[in-house]
């Protein structure tokens, strides 16, 4: 079908179960409906890493946090029994969504077409958005807001830091006597990991020629911890600082108050995109225009995807492993020499940092 479900849109729940980064171009999504109906129940269906982040967002009137697993689907039933939602939107296109979304009571439940769903993920929806082109993700998930006819524009992730954030902030950036720049230095693939050699020499770089603090951020796994202390241990004339595991709200604050962000191909990009801050961004095994930084500081990005023979129009969504090595540290360097003669102008001053 495709022209929109005849509902309402009183009672919204958005299905989302899916990691931190696609959590972050939810956001967008939910504030342009509060936008076009500020009076609408807007719930939303999340993990319970996701949640952390996310939640408290001033556009979603109920969160419900669940685990995808039978236990945790089943219990999701009940906690929505004797709720009633127009619209589920089920922006997923896995099975753990589709069972999430059978899940929820709703008259009319929106998903994406067949040719792009996948585990059958569409026999979970009544309704469906009209195939379109393979473009970035936040684009894909704006043609459901084209479907039922609310603008996503102007584009907001209203994403923090919150005021009672600040006090944290402020006292994190009271510890550097510069500007910091942050740096995601791991993920959770290891094939989207750049080499922690190379990360030093940026990182002394960035001490000793650009005047920045390096602050390493992510997340407490081990094998990020392993990352980090391997970079810290080859930098020769730099003394970065470790921050991994603060928390994914204390990110947001880290990230909001850094006059400069280089990321790999994970959630840490997008939160600094939404947070309008300036990331060199290193892409190799998805394509920029895919999963890049979305709308901004493309002359920033560190393209290793990217083949002579492609065609610069089309978005390609197949993956292209072991392709990191191919970034060396001077294509880095050369991006944030960029940053300095483009946005460092407009970078947060170090001593007003959540003033």
Same mark, same amino acid.
């Given at each position: 079908?495709?022209?929109?479900?005849?509902?309402?849109?009183?009672?919204?729940?958005?299905?989302?179960?899916?990691?931190?980064?696609?959590?972050?171009?939810?956001?967008?999504?939910?504030?342009?409906?509060?936008?076009?109906?500020?009076?609408?129940?807007?719930?939303?269906?999340?993990?319970?890493?996701?949640?952390?982040?996310?939640?408290?967002?001033?556009?979603?009137?109920?969160?419900?946090?669940?685990?995808?697993?039978?236990?945790?689907?089943?219990?999701?039933?009940?906690?929505?029994?004797?709720?009633?939602?127009?619209?589920?939107?089920?922006?997923?296109?896995?099975?753990?969504?589709?069972?999430?979304?059978?899940?929820?009571?709703?008259?009319?439940?929106?998903?994406?077409?067949?040719?792009?769903?996948?585990?059958?993920?569409?026999?979970?929806?009544?309704?469906?958005?009209?195939?379109?082109?393979?473009?970035?993700?936040?684009?894909?998930?704006?043609?459901?807001?084209?479907?039922?006819?609310?603008?996503?524009?102007?584009?907001?992730?209203?994403?923090?830091?919150?005021?009672?954030?600040?006090?944290?902030?402020?006292?994190?950036?009271?510890?550097?006597?510069?500007?910091?720049?942050?740096?995601?230095?791991?993920?959770?693939?290891?094939?989207?990991?750049?080499?922690?050699?190379?990360?030093?020499?940026?990182?002394?770089?960035?001490? /000793?020629?650009? %005047?920045?603090? #390096?602050?390493? +951020?992510?997340?407490?796994?081990? *094998?990020? =911890?392993?990352?980090?202390? $391997? !970079?810290?241990?080859?930098?020769?004339?730099?003394?970065?600082?470790?921050?991994?595991?603060?928390?994914?709200?204390?990110?947001?604050?880290?990230?909001?108050?850094?006059?400069?962000?280089?990321?790999?191909?994970?959630?840490?990009?997008?939160?600094?995109?939404?947070?309008?801050?300036?990331?060199?961004?290193?892409?190799?095994?998805?394509?920029?225009?895919?999963?890049?930084?979305?709308?901004?500081?493309?002359?920033?990005?560190?393209?290793?995807? /990217?083949?002579? %023979?492609?065609? #610069?129009?089309? +978005?390609?969504?197949?993956?292209? *492993?072991? =392709?990191?090595?191919?970034? $060396? !540290?001077?294509?880095?360097?050369?991006?944030?020499?960029?940053?300095?003669?483009?946005?460092?102008?407009?970078?947060?001053?170090?001593?007003?940092?959540?003033?």
């Amino acid at each position: 079908m495709t022209r929109p479900p005849d509902v309402p849109l009183d009672r919204v729940c958005i299905v989302m179960l899916s990691a931190v980064g696609d959590s972050v171009h939810v956001l967008p999504v939910v504030t342009a409906l509060r936008r076009h109906r500020p009076d609408a129940h807007i719930a939303w269906v999340v993990q319970r890493g996701p949640h952390a982040l996310v939640g408290r967002h001033p556009a979603v009137s109920a969160f419900h946090v669940v685990e995808p697993t039978a236990g945790g689907l089943l219990d999701l039933r009940r906690r929505l029994r004797g709720e009633r939602f127009d619209l589920a939107i089920d922006l997923q296109v896995a099975l753990k969504g589709g069972l999430a979304t059978m899940m929820v009571p709703a008259r009319a439940k929106l998903g994406f077409d067949r040719a792009r769903a996948r585990d059958a993920n569409w026999l979970f929806t009544t309704h469906r958005i009209p195939p379109g082109p393979r473009q970035h993700v936040q684009d894909q998930y704006f043609e459901f807001l084209r479907f039922l006819g609310v603008p996503p524009e102007p584009v907001t992730w209203d994403l923090g830091p919150r005021d009672d954030e600040r006090p944290w902030q402020r006292a994190f950036v009271a510890r550097f006597d510069r500007p910091i720049a942050a740096i995601v230095c791991g993920t959770s693939d290891p094939d989207r990991d750049w080499l922690p050699e190379r990360w030093a020499e940026v990182c002394d770089a960035l001490d /000793a020629d650009f %005047g920045l603090q #390096p602050v390493l +951020v992510g997340g407490p796994s081990d *094998r990020e =911890r392993a990352t980090a202390a $391997e !970079v810290i241990r080859l930098a020769r004339r730099s003394t970065p600082h470790d921050a991994l595991g603060s928390g994914l709200r204390h990110l947001v604050a880290i990230l909001d108050a850094s006059a400069l962000v280089l990321s790999l191909d994970t959630a840490p990009l997008h939160v600094t995109v939404a947070l309008d801050r300036p990331v060199v961004s290193l892409m190799a095994q998805a394509d920029p225009k895919r999963s890049g930084p979305y709308r901004k500081y493309h002359d920033l990005i560190v393209n290793a995807f /990217a083949e002579p %023979g492609d065609d #610069p129009a089309r +978005v390609i969504w197949e993956r292209r *492993r072991g =392709r990191m090595a191919r970034i $060396e !540290v001077r294509d880095v360097l050369e991006r944030v020499q960029r940053w300095r003669d483009r946005y460092a102008g407009g970078a947060p001053a170090h001593d007003s940092a959540g003033a």
